[in-house]
Nanobody, 126 residues
Framework: QVQLVESGGGLVQAGGSLRLSCAASGRSFSRYVMGWFRQAPGKEREFVAAISWFGGNTYYADSVKGRFTISRDNAKNTVYLQMNSLKPEDAAVYSC???????????????????WGQGTQVTVSS
């Protein structure tokens, strides 16, 4: 069982930055691929980024590539999402998730993640 708690959301102006954190419970954090997803009102939850077990591989949605960076610190059981050059369309509830699936193609699909945090709200003003 893994429990995930996000933090770092808030209100930011367009062009600004935020850093989200997701703290995980348990001793087996490094056994999980970690992902970030987001859901805006009236829209489906969508993939944002994923990072492999020791951070060697990262994957991004095209919409955030070059602006967002996912990273992890296994010693702290934490995964991060650095968001730069934020746009109004980035506004959403951001959730982190954990999966033990070992196929990279599966990491972009929300249904392949076993554990989820409660989410943190990101609001971007224009």
């Amino acid at each position: 069982q893994v429990q995930l708690v996000e933090s770092g959301g808030g209100l930011v102006q367009a062009g600004g930055s935020l850093r989200l954190s997701c703290a995980a419970s348990g001793r087996s954090f490094s056994r999980y691929v970690m992902g970030w997803f987001r859901q805006a009102p009236g829209k489906e939850r969508e993939f944002v980024a994923a990072i492999s077990w020791f951070g060697g591989n990262t994957y991004y949605a095209d919409s955030v590539k070059g602006r967002f960076t996912i990273s992890r610190d296994n010693a702290k059981n934490t995964v991060y999402l650095q968001m730069n050059s934020l746009k109004p369309e980035d506004a959403a509830v951001y959730s982190c998730a954990a999966t033990r699936r070992d196929t990279a193609l599966s990491w972009r699909k929300r249904n392949n993640y076993e554990y989820w945090g409660q989410g943190t709200q990101v609001t971007v003003s224009s």
